[in-house]
């Protein structure tokens, strides 16, 4: 079946950088639009951004926009996403989502995959 699974979640200090990666198995990567979406604490989950199948289109929420950058590997099954210029308020878990469409969108409805989510902690 198909298993995303994230890594790289930890403690940061606000200004830092931190790098979020997603391996997808059990499907045919190459297929999957992927995206990132987060759960702040104590609210509902938001969209923060997604990637094309081929990886040329991106997109971004306004509130990541400039800071973070989804990228994907195609030969090695996985997505990533480098934030940088953290904040306090980026405080989440962060889930992997795949959509079979060719764009996912900006929903979480789009996407029939998820994982299991990584924490992400901004300390002041």
């Known amino acids: 079946q198909v298993q995303l699974v994230e890594s790289g979640g930890g403690l940061v200090q606000a200004g830092g950088s931190l790098r979020v990666s997603c391996a997808a198995s059990?499907?045919?990567?190459?297929?999957?639009?992927m995206a990132w979406f987060r759960r702040p604490p104590g609210k509902e989950r938001e969209f923060v951004a997604a990637?094309?199948?081929?990886?040329?289109?991106?997109s971004y929420a306004d509130s990541v926009k400039g800071r973070f950058t989804i990228s994907r590997d195609n030969a090695k099954n996985t997505a990533s996403l480098q934030m940088n210029s953290l904040k306090l308020e980026d405080t989440a878990v962060y889930f992997c989502?795949?959509?079979?469409?060719?764009?996912?969108?900006?929903?979480?409805?789009?996407?029939?995959?998820w994982g299991q989510g990584t924490q992400v902690t901004i300390a002041s």
């Open positions: 989502a795949a959509s079979r469409s060719a764009s996912g969108g900006q929903s979480r409805y789009g996407y029939e995959y």
């Open positions: 059990g499907i045919t990567f190459s297929g999957l639009a």
């Open positions: 990637i094309s199948r081929g990886g040329s289109i991106t």
